[in-house]
């Protein structure tokens, strides 16, 4: 028979069955969490709570931050154009009269340059027509007779223009050089950089401060390097004439240097006709430059052609009636030894 405790004990297992039946609600996602929290804050507690709802609003400015950041920027077509084309250097001035504004010396190619051994002459118009070049030694009576003019233009009807011009320079300055070969500028007694190992091409040391230092004053001729150069269509007669003059070779090196050579080089631009010029103390001009009226007119003044050339006491020399393809042809069979 139910009782007052029953009816109780009833109540409680009726009310534990309505709340096993009752529908659980939704997980809470962190988004929903923290809209909720933004949204809905408690009512107690408010200075507690509110670091605590400060930390999602920087997370959410940080997430926001990146969103933007990571978006690619909206190109426009210059834009894009700009990055696929490979950039190019424009060489062309805006305006052109700029040009006329710049001084010639700055535009011009130098006319010495040094590249590492020594300064070189690149043009030698130019370099003869600058303050860098010694002046003619008119004090030396032969240096004088070489400055002259018409020298110089008989030196062109022979020779190449640059090699006439530093013939024309070397013979006409006492000490200043440029070297026919390697267009080296050098004053003798320099201590020259040298090409090779030239100590190995020579008996000495000394013999080849001898013979390189009378070669530099002959012709010119820097190093013997250079002068085995000038000297490659006479090559068996390379070392007994370096550092030599005419008077000075034996018969075998006459031979070699009147006869045809081995034209082991078609286009030496005139050094081989150089090096043979340069044995004799007028250059072998002398026929050439002189007619016979005149050589025997300085012959009966002076006693002896010798003592013509000892005493450096030449008149102007003139021209014969032939043009320049003739005066080459005559110097290019050059005979160093008379009636050879």
Same mark, same amino acid.
């Given at each position: 028979m139910?009782?007052?405790?029953?009816?109780?004990?009833?109540?409680?297992v009726?009310?534990?069955?309505a709340?096993?039946?009752?529908?659980?609600?939704?997980?809470?996602t962190?988004?929903?969490?923290?809209?909720?929290?933004?949204?809905?804050?408690p009512?107690?507690?408010h200075?507690h709570?509110a670091?605590?709802t400060?930390?999602?609003?920087?997370?959410?400015?940080?997430?926001?931050?990146?969103?933007?950041?990571?978006q690619?920027?909206?190109?426009?077509?210059d834009?894009?154009?700009?990055r696929?084309?490979p950039y190019?250097y424009?060489?062309?001035?805006?305006?052109?009269?700029?040009?006329?504004?710049?001084?010639?010396?700055?535009t011009?190619?130098?006319?010495i340059?040094?590249?590492?051994?020594?300064?070189?002459?690149?043009?030698?118009?130019?370099?003869?027509a600058?303050t860098?070049?010694?002046?003619?030694?008119l004090?030396?009576?032969?240096?004088?007779?070489?400055?002259?003019?018409?020298? %110089?233009e008989?030196?062109? &009807?022979?020779? /190449? @223009?640059?090699?006439?011009?530093? =013939?024309?320079?070397?013979?006409?300055?006492? +000490?200043?050089?440029?070297?026919?070969?390697c267009?080296?500028?050098?004053?003798l007694?320099?201590v020259?950089?040298?090409?090779?190992?030239?100590?190995a091409?020579?008996?000495?040391a000394?013999?080849?401060?001898?013979?390189?230092?009378?070669?530099?004053?002959?012709?010119?001729?820097?190093?013997s390097?250079?002068?085995?150069l000038?000297a490659?269509?006479?090559?068996g007669a390379?070392?007994?004439?370096w550092?030599?003059?005419a008077?000075e070779?034996?018969?075998a090196?006459?031979?070699?240097?009147?006869?045809p050579?081995?034209?082991?080089?078609?286009?030496?631009?005139?050094?081989?006709?150089?090096?043979?010029?340069?044995?004799c103390?007028? %250059?072998g001009?002398?026929? &050439?430059?002189f /007619? @016979?009226?005149d050589v025997?007119? =300085?012959?009966?003044?002076?006693?002896?052609? +010798?003592k013509v050339?000892?005493?450096?006491t030449w008149?102007?020399?003139?021209?014969r009636?032939?043009?320049?393809?003739?005066?080459?042809?005559?110097?290019?069979?050059l005979?160093?030894?008379?009636?050879s």
């Amino acid at each position: 028979m139910p009782g007052p405790r029953n009816m109780k004990k009833k109540k409680q297992v009726e009310s534990k069955k309505a709340k096993r039946n009752k529908p659980l609600p939704d997980k809470p996602t962190l988004e929903t969490d923290a809209c909720d929290v933004r949204s809905h804050p408690p009512a107690s507690h408010h200075s507690h709570h509110a670091s605590e709802t400060s930390v999602p609003d920087t997370i959410s400015n940080q997430v926001s931050e990146l969103q933007i950041w990571s978006q690619p920027p909206s190109d426009s077509p210059d834009d894009h154009v700009r990055r696929t084309t490979p950039y190019t250097y424009d060489m062309t001035y805006e305006d052109a009269h700029l040009d006329a504004d710049i001084p010639p010396i700055f535009t011009k190619k130098p006319f010495i340059h040094d590249p590492g051994n020594g300064p070189r002459v690149r043009d030698t118009r130019a370099f003869l027509a600058s303050t860098f070049a010694s002046p003619p030694s008119l004090e030396d009576p032969l240096c004088a007779e070489f400055a002259q003019d018409e020298m %110089l233009e008989m030196l062109s &009807l022979i020779l /190449p @223009e640059e090699t006439a011009l530093v =013939l024309w320079y070397n013979k006409s300055r006492k +000490t200043a050089r440029v070297c026919p070969a390697c267009q080296r500028l050098y004053r003798l007694g320099d201590v020259l950089p040298k090409h090779l190992n030239e100590e190995a091409l020579t008996q000495s040391a000394e013999h080849m401060r001898e013979h390189l230092y009378r070669e530099q004053a002959i012709s010119g001729l820097c190093s013997s390097v250079c002068f085995m150069l000038a000297a490659l269509n006479y090559p068996g007669a390379i070392s007994s004439t370096w550092g030599r003059m005419a008077e000075e070779l034996g018969d075998a090196t006459w031979d070699l240097l009147d006869g045809p050579g081995t034209n082991a080089v078609q286009n030496d631009r005139g050094l081989s006709l150089l090096l043979k010029m340069t044995r004799c103390a007028d %250059l072998g001009l002398g026929e &050439l430059l002189f /007619p @016979e009226d005149d050589v025997d007119d =300085l012959l009966d003044g002076e006693g002896s052609h +010798t003592k013509v050339v000892e005493d450096r006491t030449w008149t102007t020399p003139t021209f014969r009636d032939a043009d320049g393809v003739e005066l080459a042809e005559q110097m290019g069979g050059l005979r160093l030894r008379a009636g050879s």
